[in-house]
């Protein structure tokens, strides 16, 4: 079993927050102002997969908040945590991508849209999600090997 292990100012152990557990599977995770952000996967009720963002804090353990985000094929792969925001673009190649911007430290939505206009041939799995001031950058990998954006300005 995998798990992020949290040490304090005098080499001890703090706390230990495993990979897998009772907010899902983590696959990719932010540490930012003491707290750990992640992406976790879950199985939902119907046997179908989900994926949430999820926030720990580094010196308990303990989570914060969770907040589902979509489907376990919807392309959630990357987060971003800056200026006390969590933001996560959710990518589908039929309907385009969602823009999901929350709190930091409570976990309150404060954005959330559809841009239904998808970039063709690019949807699926985002290389990034950067942020500069209100603006959101996607980026999206290629096998041509370019490099192709979405630009979004949060609320």
């Known amino acids: ?3 992020t292990l949290a040490f304090g100012s005098d080499g001890r152990l703090q706390s230990r927050i495993d990979d897998v557990g009772d907010h899902g599977s983590i696959s990719e995770a932010v540490v930012e102002g003491g707290r750990l952000f992640t992406i976790a996967s879950y199985e939902g009720g119907q046997g179908g ?10 010196a308990s353990g303990r989570e914060l ?3 589902d985000v979509g ?3 919807s392309g959630v792969d990357v987060l971003n945590v800056t200026d006390g925001r969590v933001t996560t673009v959710r990518t589908d190649w ?6 999901y911007v929350f709190d930091a430290a409570t976990g309150d939505e404060d954005d959330d849209r559809a841009f239904r206009d998808h970039v063709v041939g690019y ?5 990034d999600v950067l942020t500069h001031q209100d603006l959101v950058v ?7 090997g370019g490099r192709p954006f979405s630009v979004y300005e949060r609320w």
């Open 1 to 3: 079993m995998r798990a």
């Open 49 to 58: 997969s989900w994926e949430r963002v999820v926030a720990f804090d580094l």
């Open 65 to 67: 908040w969770r907040e």
């Open 71 to 73: 489907n376990g094929t």
């Open 94 to 99: 039929k309907y385009g991508d969602t823009l």
């Open 123 to 127: 949807a699926g799995k985002l290389g």
């Open 138 to 144: 996607a980026v999206r990998g290629s096998e041509g």
